[in-house]
Nanobody, 127 residues
Framework: QVQLVESGGGLVQAGGSLRLSCAAS????????MGWFRQAPGKERDFVAA????????DYADSVKGRFTISRDNAKNTVYLQMNSLKPEDTAVYYC????????????????????WGQGTQVTVSS
């Protein structure tokens, strides 16, 4: 199993940047594909970004392409989400998630496959 703890959220003005971090426990972090999801008030939890075990493959929701970048450092058991050019509609609780992956180059956008979740970190973008 893996435990996940997000950090880096906060209040930022539109056009600003934030970098979220997700620290994972355990010695098998590199065996997990990782994802970031977000949930705005009254809405479902939606896919934001995903990265394969070895960082070679990534994918993004259309709404964040070109603005957000997902990365990971397997030596530090950490996955990141760099968020630039933030918009008020990016306001949400951001969650990182992990799932086992037998394919090193695979990333996963379907929320249903993720077994492990962090507690979330609030991101608020003011206009």
């Amino acid at each position: 199993q893996v435990q996940l703890v997000e950090s880096g959220g906060g209040l930022v003005q539109a056009g600003g940047s934030l970098r979220l971090s997700c620290a994972a426990s355990g010695r098998t972090f590199s065996s997990y594909a990782m994802g970031w999801f977000r949930q705005a008030p009254g809405k479902e939890r939606d896919f934001v970004a995903a990265i394969s075990r070895g960082s070679g493959s990534t994918d993004y929701a259309d709404s964040v392409k070109g603005r957000f970048t997902i990365s990971r450092d397997n030596a530090k058991n950490t996955v990141y989400l760099q968020m630039n050019s933030l918009k008020p509609e990016d306001t949400a609780v951001y969650y990182c998630a992990a799932r086992t992956s037998l394919i090193g180059s695979a990333y996963y956008t379907d929320i249903r496959g993720y077994a492990y979740w962090g507690q979330g970190t609030q991101v608020t973008v003011s206009s």
